[in-house]
């Protein structure tokens, strides 16, 4: 018999299980030659080791079934004798094969000393505690309890309710309210004129006091020229620094208006608020006028009427006429609020007087029956050659 290192005769026992120190049956594996570090012995006996396995795992599984002894005698006695000399050539390392039952048996022995650890360590009969059943919860890995050397149960784990947060609502965040007027859509006209009442007051009309008649100068205030018209007053106008209007002159006259909360717009009686008077004596060709609720343009005494829109008390509206003079074929078109009311609307006798210019006027002028004290305000007055060339600067309220 091959003798070990330490000069022991036959295999070494001690604390290891019984059956890891059955003796070695079987035929050696390896070819010639004895590696220094090899004991004499042959392939593991797998069933003892299995059985070695299942018994240090009892305390996590439960006592396993013994497994049956071998029935009979060995088939082969251990090998005796000196082991051949190993050749003289070049020796190379020697590679080990691993085969497939010594494997099986590499792995069976890990877990039977790796069962055997955890049973050292634990005096309970458990190492961890059983999952949880799949109740939708999860248990935190940093969590999970290990039971410590010395402790009779391992601390129960903490666990976590697996819930599903709601989505984020979304919101939507309304934007600012604002009277800021976008600019209006470049037609390409040109502004001929316009008024400034913030910065220039009325430097950009005339001079003409005999237009106040029973009633005091226009008033500026906040950006707005104010009229006041007390009950039984007359005239209360002013005049853009303009040309004379001639014959076959083609303009646009914009202006932003608000008529005071108690104004007298319901009054059958003429209130003029912009004429195109005519040179001399007389009632004008052209004027706009409120009148029974509306706004609404007239000539000639009374000899034609045509409605614009309605005349809203202590509300701002924005009003343009376009006016084509003419004795013969002059015209008139008229938008509010941007919308157009009616276009080239040919007046049975023209919006000029034969041989005549005119020029414009604009204020409160009124029958003098009206008891009623009448106040409205200008933001804006423009003269120009296309809608939007009159349409600027237009004061909050107003479209």
Known sequence: ???????????????????????????????????????????????????AAAEARGGVDGPATPAAAPSGPPTA??????????????????????????????????????GASVAAASTGPTFLADPPADTGEFVRPDTQAVAPAGVSEAVAPRVSPHTTAPAPTATTTAA??????????????????????????????????????GAKSPTLAGGLLNFLMPGGGKRSEVEPDFKSLSEGDEYYFGFSVRLAPDFPVNTSDWQVITQFKNDGTGTPPLELKVQDGKFLIDGDGGGFSKVVGDATPGQWTHLVLKVKFSSSDGTVSAWQDGVQRFADFAPPSGTLYPGKDSYVKTGIYRDTSIGQAGKLSFGSWAIGTSLGSVSKDLPAGTD
């Open 176 to 213: 600012p309210a604002t009277t800021t007027k976008p600019a209006p859509r470049d037609d390409g006209g040109r502004t001929l004129w316009s008024a400034d009442f913030r910065e220039a007051g009325l430097a950009n009309f005339k001079s003409t006091p005999w237009n106040n008649q």
């Open 77 to 114: 006695a251990p090998r005796t004798g000196p082991l051949p000399a190993p050749p003289r050539a070049h020796r190379a390392p020697r590679v080990r094969a691993l085969t497939t039952t010594r494997a099986a048996g590499a792995l069976a022995l890990f877990g039977a000393l790796a």
């Open 1 to 51: 018999m091959a003798r070990h290192r330490s000069g022991s005769p036959t295999p070494r026992t001690g604390s290891w299980p019984a059956a890891l120190d059955a003796p070695a049956t079987g035929p050696r594996p390896y070819g010639g030659g004895r590696h220094r570090g090899d004991p004499a012995t042959t392939p593991l006996d797998l069933a003892a080791i299995a059985r």
